[in-house]
């Protein structure tokens, strides 16, 4: 972020494009249905979604996290961060409370699937997370919350509560006029193989993970 308020681009083109139901299963039985939205208008051009999920229809204050892709721990189940669990956590404590889900198609932070599993390569050798996006010449996070922001006004939604422990969303969001009565923090997913993630995550750009001793 800069030190300027970003202005949200003023799009005429900005509207829901499709809406379906799609019912969803999840490798554990959890099952839920999803009112899946597509967009015209975006800013980035590309294709995210916004599943609505529970009683979205009658929610003032709707429950909403913008959920990064991330290929390898969304369908792979990496444990090699918390993606995964997050997403799964996600669609049912928004389906209890009414809300939507942003998946938005900013992998590895922004810098793309192939560069990730660079960046891994990195962590392999020791670096952290944010080292390793560094030593390949990229922002440490280069994800941007514009289409999220759009995403939710096109929905009628300029007031939510935000389930995330990233305190960057906020900003964000709040910088492209929504506003962020709550933040509501997800669990902590800890494995063996994402602890040192974790940490970083933590240490170095504030989210609310209580991992004890960690680190």
Request: glycine residues 10%.
């Amino acid at each position: 972020m800069t030190a300027e308020a970003p202005i949200l681009p003023d799009c005429p083109s900005l509207a829901v494009r499709t809406r379906v139901r799609v019912p969803l299963r999840f490798p554990d039985g959890y099952e839920t249905v999803a009112d899946v939205f597509t967009f015209t208008g975006l800013a980035d051009g590309k294709e995210h979604l916004a599943l609505g999920l529970g009683d979205w229809e009658h929610a003032d204050v709707p429950l909403v996290r913008p959920h990064s892709e991330c290929l390898t721990g969304d369908v792979f189940g990496s444990q090699r961060c918390d993606c995964g669990p997050q997403l799964r956590e996600a669609v049912e404590r928004i389906t209890g409370a009414g809300g939507f889900l942003l998946y938005l198609r900013q992998e590895g932070r922004g810098i793309g699937l192939y560069a990730k599993l660079d960046a891994y390569a990195l962590q392999d050798q020791g670096l952290d997370t944010y080292e390793a996006n560094r030593a390949l010449g990229r922002g440490e996070d280069e994800r941007d919350y514009t289409a999220a922001a759009q995403m939710l006004r096109a929905l009628g939604h300029r007031r939510i509560r935000l389930l995330s422990n990233n305190p960057d969303k906020a900003v964000q969001l709040d910088a492209y006029g929504i506003t962020v009565e709550a933040q509501v923090p997800t669990g902590v997913h800890l494995s063996g193989a994402n602890e040192r993630y974790l940490v970083a995550k933590r240490d170095h750009t504030a989210h609310t993970l209580d991992l004890g001793l960690l680190g």
